[in-house]
T-cell receptor, first 112, second 116 residues
């Protein structure tokens, strides 16, 4: 299985700034990568999917990039708001049936 | 639609007891999964199912069993509870096929299990 690394330290950021999270993996590049948001005491919620042949994907204030050379995905939250405070998980497809392997997640704290 | 529903939300077990975590989905998804989440460790796949009557082991299956008799239900059975099974358990479902297997996962709200 892959080793997936997300920054374990919480990212503290001021409202209005851009938060950037990293997701690094060690082995083969997956066909796609997904990002989820998880609030305390809740299940993860799907945000975005990016395929290996896509460099960038956007959804409202969210942007994801995928660099198969660096084996890295970056997740950006622009114009961050306190409501964006949560833990963000990246997940990689691990087989042809679409099973996912998750990173441990990075907590984002947006202060007013 | 209710989505993915898990019960119970909380449970305390004694070592050696057995229990079943229930999971049902109303989205007609073919895939269902059970994950466990420990602090700082991320989600680990316990078992998954690609359709009724078909189940397979994930990354951490020891101590658990599953069944999938219907599309909607995917219960997780703990036979002899151990302290190492203290965790938060998430059930999830998705729609996937071999051609377009990019289904996003829909998660339940989780079941917090403590084994003492």
């Amino acid at each position: 299985s892959q080793k997936i690394e997300q920054n374990s330290e919480a990212l503290n950021i001021q409202e209005g700034k851009t938060a950037t999270l990293t997701c690094n993996y060690t082995n083969y590049s997956p066909a796609y990568l997904q990002w989820y948001r998880q609030d305390p005491g809740r299940g993860p919620v799907f945000l975005l999917l990016i395929r290996e042949n896509e460099k960038e994907k956007r959804k409202e204030r969210l942007k994801v990039t995928f660099d198969t050379t660096l084996k890295q995905s970056l997740f950006h939250i622009t114009a961050s708001q306190p409501a964006d405070s949560a833990t963000y998980l990246c997940a990689l497809r691990t087989d042809s049936w679409g099973k996912l392997q998750f990173g441990a997640g990075t907590q984002v704290v947006v202060t007013p | 639609n209710a989505g993915v529903t898990q019960t119970p939300k909380f449970r305390i077990l004694k070592i050696g007891q057995s229990m079943t975590l229930q999971c049902t989905q109303d989205m007609n998804h073919n895939y269902m999964y059970w994950y466990r989440q420990d602090p700082g460790m991320g989600l680990k796949l316990i078992y998954y199912s690609v359709g009724a009557g078909i189940t397979d082991k994930g990354e951490v299956p020891n101590g658990y069993n599953v069944s999938r008799s219907t599309t909607e239900d995917f219960p997780l059975r703990l036979e002899l509870a151990a302290p190492s099974q203290t965790s938060v358990y998430f059930c999830a479902s998705s729609y996937s096929d071999r051609r377009k297997n990019t289904g996003e996962l829909f998660f339940g709200e989780g079941s917090r299990l403590t084994v003492l």
